[in-house]
Every structure is written in C-alpha cells, then in structure tokens.
C-alpha cells in the first residue's frame, strides 16, 4: 500500500515543521490582525519544497505569513475543515480542486487561489499581508477658515488674533490651529471670541472677530486660522476572504 505523505504544520518565518494538530476553535479576530494563515497545495513534492521557500523569503512588516497545512494532490474538503481554522485561504500550484469544493467555499467563506505561477501565487501573499496591517488613522473635518489681519496685545500669557473669517465658522469650545506660510505653529480650542466689545460663541462668513490665543508668543498677519473635528478612528480596508475558487489569469 502506498504510504501517504506526511501533512506538515509549517511557520515559514522560521521553516519549522511539526505535526498537524487542528485547534479546537478559530483563531480569534485579534489573532487574525497579525497573521495570515494559508493552506499549501502543490501538484508534487519539489513544488511544495520551492513554493515554501519563495514563501519563507517573503517578508511583511507587522503580519506573520504562516503555512497551517501543505501537501500534495488536488484541494479537498479536509484542506477546507484546516483552513477554517486560520485565515480561510487554500493556495494551490498546479493543482485542480475536488467534487464540490466550489460550492462548499461558498457556503463557508473560503478562498481557493490557483496558481501556475510562483512569483505571482507569493507576489499576491504578500499584497494580502500588507493589506492586513491595521491603520487607524483619524480623520478631519474643516469646520471654519479664518485669515489673520490685524494683531493685538492680550494678556502676558496670550494674544489676541484679529481675524476675517472666510468659510464655514470659528466657534467656542472648537479645535483650531494657526497656520504659518512654514506650517502648522498652534493648536488648542477656542476659549473667546469677540466681535468688537460683544463677546459671541461664533463667527461666520464676512464677519471681523478677535480670537484670544493663549500660549502663542509669535503670529503674522495674512497665517490663517483652521477650526476642525476630529473624526473616530477608522481601520482601512484588509483583504477578506471570497467565497469561491479562483484561478490566476
């Protein structure tokens, strides 16, 4: 009887290999952000070998590129079960798939990619990788733009700005900076502002108002002033699987 080949649990960071023990539950969200996980099948030994090598040299800052499961012969179901486990990605090299795998990715969100290519099979890991990587970034909306015209004397801990404002509104308790022709010099929040002796909560389009700046030591007429909102952070984008096989062109 032909003895099957070995299923090997492979770290290509570190070109481990060790039994294949399928955790009892899924790898959790927080695990997924640093990882990707992928099932290997190759069309014969020497391809698995060279496959895995192109892998282990492919480097992503932040996200661990790990081979769950590799081995030879078309995709199966038992690649699918293992691949539910990690990031539900089965990659194959000159391979083709088994009865009903197209149906049963669908039903389960798995991606099966094919490849007859090397470099574009770990060409398009490390694109999935790189995608991976977490990036909060938050966003801005511009709520007010002001020109600075005139400058007067406040406080000893402060100016005050004699300003036109020319889109949206500066409003008290808004985030705002100041803006020099080499860039950003102030931020804080609006703590007064007055038109002529009235203090007001806001000043809108055409209108001349004083913006006392606490802390500033140094401003110029014609800087301009920005009130903005800082927006929630929002993680962007990330691969996900597709249900289905796919075949690289």
Same mark, same amino acid.
């Given at each position: 009887m032909k003895q099957r080949k070995h299923a090997g649990h492979r770290d290509v960071k570190k070109g481990a290999a060790r039994k294949v023990s399928p955790p009892t539950s899924r790898t959790t969200d927080k695990e997924k952000e640093q990882k990707l996980e992928i099932v290997l099948k190759c069309? +014969? +030994?020497?391809?698995? =070998? +060279?496959? *895995?090598?192109?892998?282990?040299?492919?480097k992503t800052p932040e996200v661990e590129l790990k081979v769950i499961h590799s081995d030879v012969g078309d995709v199966t179901k038992s690649d699918l *079960?293992? +691949?539910l486990t990690g990031s539900r990605l089965v990659v194959g090299f000159n391979v083709g798939v088994g009865p009903k795998i197209d149906h049963l990715c669908k039903e389960q969100g798995i991606e099966v990619r094919l490849y007859d290519v090397i470099y574009q099979?770990?060409?398009d890991m490390q694109q999935i990788a790189k995608s991976l990587v977490i990036r909060d970034e938050e966003d =801005?909306?511009?709520t007010g733009k002001a020109k600075? #015209?005139?400058l007067f004397k406040g406080s000893r801990k402060g100016i005050i700005?004699?300003?036109?404002?020319?889109? @949206?509104? *500066?409003?008290l308790g808004?985030?705002?900076r100041i803006i020099s022709a080499m860039g950003p010099i102030y931020? @804080?929040? #609006?703590?007064?502002?007055? #038109?002529?002796?009235?203090?007001?909560?806001?000043a809108s389009p055409h209108q001349q108002v004083g913006l006392k700046v606490f802390g500033l030591k140094k401003a110029t007429i014609g800087d301009l002033v920005e009130c903005f909102e800082s927006m929630p952070s929002k993680r962007r984008g990330g691969w996900q699987p597709r249900g289905g096989v796919f075949k690289r062109p």
């Open positions: 069309d +014969a +030994a020497g391809s698995e =070998e +060279a496959v *895995l090598s192109s892998l282990g040299v492919t *079960l293992i +691949a099979l770990t060409n =801005e909306k511009i600075v #015209i005139a700005l004699g300003c036109e404002v020319l889109e @949206g509104t *500066l409003a808004k985030q705002f931020s @804080g929040k #609006i703590q007064s502002l007055h #038109i002529e002796q009235d203090e007001v909560k806001e």
